[in-house]
């Protein structure tokens, strides 16, 4: 919601004159023991990685060479950067500067105003230098990593956690990048680029013997995600490696599918370059994939395999549990985690891997690692290498379309289709549908869009709006989204992931679309997750859909039923997302604190903020309200070293008060030494994590940058603002 128009990102990349400038990366030939950090014996690690592993140093002009020219593209995709060959690619162009914000400072930014950066990012500051900000390799405030290690087996993680736990240095992990803060691009720290690691999708699927329901787990935990499958009543998982996106995941699955008849569905997110473990520990919101029936990302693990920042190679999930039926949940509740250490680390072939019970002087707490992985943020847990994904029965999929294109019949009436939307959700009976149908239903904050599986018609539910509304010549503006199949027949795919692969006549054919495409810049601000019970007042049902009609800023409609009933009550997402009823930006420079946040939120005991933001969507400059006046937004005027002492942080708008503690003090004992230590992620903002583990070595020089022919920042900045300013000015009232 919060990116440039395509027609910016051109402008941008044309005026800095960077868009064609050749790659220094070479995977093949880059000297591991120069750059960055040559006082350390590099050579040791790649000494201990596998054949096909490899370490090389990066730099500005790879950046700006290898991932810049996506942004000029017509159609840009995250698909392009995945591969380029520094590894350094982001979906947000601005995230390879702290704060997504390339304006120079010394300190994070800490003793600049708030305001500033809202107007340099608008485009509103002319004096602002984009120009020599964004190509100068001295620049304080650039944030991306010299050195990057490409792990492909397991081993290459080990070795590279150990080497970053004897040497002090921080990790920073990568699988496609896509997070609004910049959590998987860090400088002075060493990169783990997943994207080349061991892929399990294609063969990954298991289908579970129902005959083992009554067997015990084995100590190798071998059997534990079919028997946790099957006490779910569920009989297939799947296994996705660590640097595998939704792209590999979707696609593995629609082959079985194609192969073996229709039977699996993955709950999954809406962007192919999106990462299932990054996606999920946020809580991943399903809005495309039937979450509603079937729960939140979260929700989707049965086992989960990482190397821990002590070094050790662990897989872990639940192996007691009980039946939760009678309290509404659909998912047994876990009662016990046990998880199991890998007793060869060094062992590249997987085939002989040997995990054992863990060794004595093995002090991780599985259960609390259960708990905080997921729910709490990808990132700063450790290196995932691969999990176990519950695999659902099949429903037949049907997508409705308002409105595109655009037309003068039917964008009139675009605010009643959003109150038509808000009564399907959650007031179906208005429209005389059963709540059991309205839950196969969703729609992300998209305008246009509702995506349903099952039986379920809601062109019923649409006529009947229409003639309670006098409406009833409108009936066209909402449709199914049919596809014309290989007999020329038009119908519906058979899926989100089948109706969103891109076409043989593009750039990237038969991968599933990412969305959103990559940007200049990504969301700035907090989402509100709006509980269900603020609904309940008709007042405050017009004022959601006043808002969303005057902002733009249409409801995200992907919670409810499995999303709270899917809930092994035995993980940190807050209870805040399971009682949403969507998310959804609000205007909150006028009286939103004051007298909106009270009527959707227990703000009665003081001492305990409650989780107010959607993890998975909250933008890199959000936060709270003053701390101590919770109806008061952060002021402006401040600078960000005033807003992180006066306001609520980014972790407690998240987490809430109570569930952040919770998670600092897991993390304390999980990560000691602060080696996982990325932007707005858990642990992040406590003084430990402050103090840099060793002083930095300066990176060896880059290569002078290319002449600049065109206009100066000043020039450059006034048409850059010219031409994004109408297509960007409503983010200054969402600000948070």
């Known amino acids: 919601m919060a990116s440039f128009s ?90 390879g500067w702290e704060m997504s914000w390339p304006r120079p400072s010394e300190n994070h930014h800490m003793d600049q105003p708030y305001y500033q950066a809202v107007w340099d990012l608008l485009g509103l500051d002319p004096t602002a230098d984009f120009e020599s900000w964004m190509s100068d390799p001295t620049n304080p405030s650039l944030n991306l990593p010299y050195k990057v290690l490409f792990p492909v087996v397991a081993s290459d993680v080990v070795a590279a956690v150990n080497f970053a736990k004897e040497n002090r240095l921080e990790i920073s992990v990568k699988n496609s990048g896509h997070s609004y803060q910049g959590a998987s691009s860090k400088k002075d720290t060493l990169l783990l680029n997943m994207n080349r690691y061991t892929h399990y999708a294609p063969t990954g699927i298991t289908n579970c013997d129902a005959s083992t329901l009554d067997s015990t787990v084995a100590e190798d935990m071998s059997n534990q995600a079919c028997l946790l499958s099957l006490a779910k009543n569920k009989s297939s998982t799947i296994r996705v490696g660590g640097g595998e996106n939704f792209d590999k995941a979707y696609r593995a699955v629609i082959a079985a599918n194609e192969e073996g008849g229709y039977k699996y569905h993955l709950v999954g997110g809406a962007a192919g370059t999106v990462s299932p473990m990054g996606w999920s520990f946020q809580g991943g919101l399903p809005g495309t994939m039937a979450g509603r029936l079937y729960g939140l990302g979260v929700d989707q693990f049965v086992q989960i395999e990482m190397v821990l920042p002590n070094g050790v190679h662990v897989k872990f999930g639940p192996t007691e549990w009980e039946d939760a039926s009678a309290e509404g949940f659909i998912v047994p509740k876990t009662k016990v985690v046990t998880g199991v250490c890998r007793s060869n680390p060094d062992q590249h072939d997987e085939e002989k891997w040997i995990w054992e019970r863990c060794p004595e002087d093995f002090d991780v707490d599985f259960n609390d690692l259960w708990f905080a992985v997921r729910g709490g943020g990808g990132g700063t ?113 058979k899926g989100y992931a089948e109706g969103a692969l891109f076409g043989d006549s593009d750039r990237f054919p038969g991968k599933v679309r990412d969305a959103p495409a990559p940007s200049w810049q990504g969301n700035h601000f907090g989402v509100f997750l709006v509980p269900q019970s603020f609904l309940e007042s008709e007042e405050n049902v017009k004022y959601v859909l006043e808002s969303a009609d005057s902002l733009g800023a249409t409801p995200y409609y992907a919670f409810g039923g499995g999303t709270v009933s899917g809930s092994d009550q035995a993980n940190s997402l807050s209870q805040a997302h399971r009682d949403a009823a969507f998310t959804m930006y609000f205007n909150i420079t006028g009286d939103f604190y004051e007298k909106i946040f009270p009527k959707m939120y227990d703000l009665s005991d003081k001492t305990k903020f409650p989780p107010i933001f959607g993890s998975n969507h909250a933008g890199f400059l959000a936060m709270g309200p003053l701390k101590e006046d919770w109806t008061k937004t952060c002021p402006w005027e401040l600078t960000f070293k005033e807003r992180k002492e006066k306001c609520i942080s980014f972790q407690e708008a998240i987490y809430g008060t109570e569930l952040l503690a919770q998670l600092e003090a897991i993390k304390k004992a999980v990560d000691p030494q602060f080696i996982f230590n990325c932007a707005n992620c858990i642990g992040n903002n406590l003084p430990e994590a402050s103090k840099s583990p060793s002083p930095p070595a300066e990176p060896s020089p880059p290569a002078e940058p290319e002449p600049l022919d065109e206009p100066s920042g000043a020039s450059y900045v006034s048409s850059f603002a010219a031409a994004i300013i109408t297509t960007t000015a409503y983010l200054l009232i969402n600000a948070v």
């Open 381 to 493: 847990w450790g290196v995932v290498t691969s999990v176990l994904l519950q695999l659902h029965d099949y429903l037949p999929y049907t997508p409705y379309l308002f409105n595109r294109p655009p037309t003068e019949e039917c964008s009139p009436i675009t605010t009643q289709f959003e109150e038509f939307k808000l009564q399907y959700m959650w007031k179906p009976s208005l429209l005389n549908v059963t709540k059991e149908h309205s839950l196969a239903c969703a729609s992300p904050n998209s305008l246009d869009e509702i995506y349903c599986y099952g039986e379920e018609d809601i062109m019923q539910a649409w006529t009947r709006f229409l003639d309670l509304n006098n409406l009833t010549d409108k009936m066209a503006c909402l449709f199914k989204n049919l596809q014309e199949n290989n007999e020329g027949d038009m119908q519906a795919p």
């Open 6 to 95: 395509g027609a910016a990102h051109f402008l941008l990349l044309t005026v800095l004159g960077i868009t064609g400038n050749p790659s220094t990366a070479d995977a093949a030939s880059a000297s591991p023991v120069s750059g960055w950090r040559s006082d350390l014996d590099w050579a040791a690690l790649t000494s201990k990685l596998s054949s096909s592993a490899s370490l090389i140093d990066t730099s500005l002009d790879d950046y700006t060479g290898e991932c810049m020219p996506e942004f000029s593209e017509p159609n840009p995709t995250t698909h392009a950067l995945i591969d380029q060959p520094s590894g350094m690619c982001l979906p947000h162009l601005l995230l």
